[in-house]
């Protein structure tokens, strides 16, 4: 029996690098030095010359890169903040745990990240951050928003959770606000083993602000300036992602190259919409839009291929919101995508056998159900 196309395989990079994340992990535990200290310190310059940005605070996950930025900005009560409607849950929670007004915005009709023409009709006299989600890997047109920021006073945070080494209209992701927030969960495009993430900035003293936030409050030992958090960066991760860091590129580049396969073997396809990334993407998923989608997902598991759907409930959908004002929003455009994506398999876990084997169990597809 043939083995199905793995939506993700994440044993895939261990058996890739093993070497040298052995030899990491290995320097580590023989370091005595597991939590901070000179490995988060070096990935965190490493990174930061990756993005182009001045500054990297390694921090425990994506969930508190975005959570720490708001609270060392002070955003909280009274405050709003724009989101896009159609992201992961992760966006729209670091903004209620600061107690802070969620302000959800649909992404544009024709793609999956909002730009200024989604986000200005919802700014209010009391917008203090609009967190623009580099979605699927692909780019927000950021200038814009840059400067719509400076002419109402709101500051911009990128969540890049899903968009390492990512650029587009003319810039890296990861410098383009006044800070941008990463997560480096095991399934993306450069990922821990365990929780990790991160915040770049080009402000000095945001970075500062993190570094302290993320440890107790504190820049010097049971010296709390702050009321902080428990939020560090392993030692060991730190170091795996250093190896793995430099492998990066290479690894983005096959998923453009898969991208552009799918593109090629699917552009008759009149039935299925496929994603029309910014040029830069680096293809963290490869998500289609199909009416049937269901019945789609269906036979492509009879084909032997593994699927997933990001996001079928739109977070003000959440049974989380339910008692919250959000939860009356109008979203059409993030609620109609719920019931029509699909993620297919991408990934440099992908042989050209399988992504061959994709492309021909989709263009099946209207043979089998009309």
């Not at 939590?35 to 994506?62: D, L, M």
């Not at 992961?88 to 802070?100: E, S």
């Not at 730009?115 to 950021?142: E, F």
């Amino acid at each position: 029996m043939t083995a199905p196309v793995q939506f993700l395989d994440l044993g895939y990079t261990y058996r890739a690098l093993a070497s040298e994340l052995d030899a990491a992990t290995s320097r580590v535990l023989a370091s005595g030095w597991y939590v901070g200290g000179p490995e988060v310190e070096a990935f965190e310059q490493q990174f930061a010359e990756a993005v182009g940005a001045r500054y990297c605070v390694g921090v425990g996950n994506g969930l508190d890169a975005l959570t720490l930025v708001l609270r060392a900005w002070k955003i909280g009560p009274g405050d709003d903040v724009i989101v896009p409607g159609h992201t992961f849950i992760a966006t729209w929670l670091a903004v209620t745990a600061v107690g802070a007004n969620l302000v959800p915005v649909d992404p544009t009709s024709d793609g999956f990240n909002v730009d200024i023409t989604t986000v200005k009709p919802a700014l209010t006299t009391r917008t203090r951050v609009v967190v623009p989600v580099h979605l699927y890997g692909a780019a927000v047109d950021m200038d814009p928003l840059a400067e719509l920021a400076k002419a109402h006073g709101f500051k911009l945070l990128e969540d890049a959770a899903q968009a390492h080494l990512a650029s587009g209209f003319g810039h890296r992701v990861g410098a383009l606000g006044e800070a941008a927030a990463w997560s480096f969960y095991p399934g993306k495009n450069l990922g821990a083993y365990g929780d990790g993430g991160a915040v770049t900035t080009n402000d000095v003293s945001l970075a500062e602000s993190i570094r302290a936030l993320r440890s107790y409050g504190s820049q010097v030992k049971y010296q709390h300036e702050q009321l902080g958090a428990n939020s560090r960066l392993d030692a060991i991760q730190a170091a795996i992602l250093g190896v793995k860091l430099k492998h990066l590129k290479l690894w983005n580049a096959r998923r453009r190259e898969i991208a552009e396969q799918y593109d090629e073997g699917f552009k008759q396809l009149s039935w299925l919409k496929t994603p029309a990334l910014a040029a830069g993407s680096v293809w963290h998923l490869y998500v289609v839009e199909v009416r049937e989608r269901d019945r789609f997902q269906a036979h492509l598991t009879e084909q032997g291929i593994q699927t997933l759907i990001h996001y079928p409930v739109p977070s003000h959908r959440q049974k989380a919101y339910a008692a919250s004002p959000v939860a009356r929003a109008s979203l059409p455009r993030s609620e109609a995508l719920g019931g029509t994506v699909l993620s297919l398999p991408i990934g440099p876990h992908l042989s050209d056998s399988e992504v061959t084997r994709v492309i021909d169990a989709v263009r099946r597809f209207p043979e089998r159900v009309a």
